[in-house]
């Protein structure tokens, strides 16, 4: 069984930043996309931003120049940037990785982020 590990969330004041990461358990994570999503209390669960393994990434209009999201695959580790945070990024925030096509599709546990003052 893959295991995905978040870290990185808290609470942190509107313009600030933290840095989320996820660790992969299974050696073979550089041929997985990676995926960030949130779900605030109330609400679906919502893409934030995507990499695939070629190293494409892609991000939802409401995070564009402000979060940055990257991979390390020899730590298999992907990262989430968020800067200039906003009280409306406030969600639990999870990490996906997967194989296109395949029943290859994996979640962590999530990670809480808290933007308040």
């Known amino acids: 069984q893959v295991q995905l590990v978040e870290s990185g969330g808290g609470l942190v004041q509107p313009g600030g930043s933290l840095r989320l990461s996820c660790v992969g358990s299974?050696?073979?994570?550089?041929?997985?996309?990676v995926g960030w999503y949130r779900q605030a209390p109330g609400k679906q669960r919502e893409t934030v931003a995507g990499?695939?393994?070629?190293?494409?990434?892609n991000y939802a209009d409401s995070v564009k120049g402000r979060f940055t999201i990257s991979r390390d695959n020899a730590k298999k580790t992907a990262y989430l940037q968020m800067n200039s945070l906003k009280p409306e990024d406030t969600a639990v925030y999870y990490c996906?990785?997967?194989?296109?096509?395949?029943?290859?599709?994996?979640w962590g546990q999530g990670t809480q982020v808290t933007v308040s003052s």
């Open positions: 990499i695939s393994r070629d190293g494409n990434t």
């Open positions: 996906n990785m997967n194989v296109p096509n395949t029943n290859l599709n994996y």
């Open positions: 299974r050696s073979t994570f550089s041929v997985y996309d």
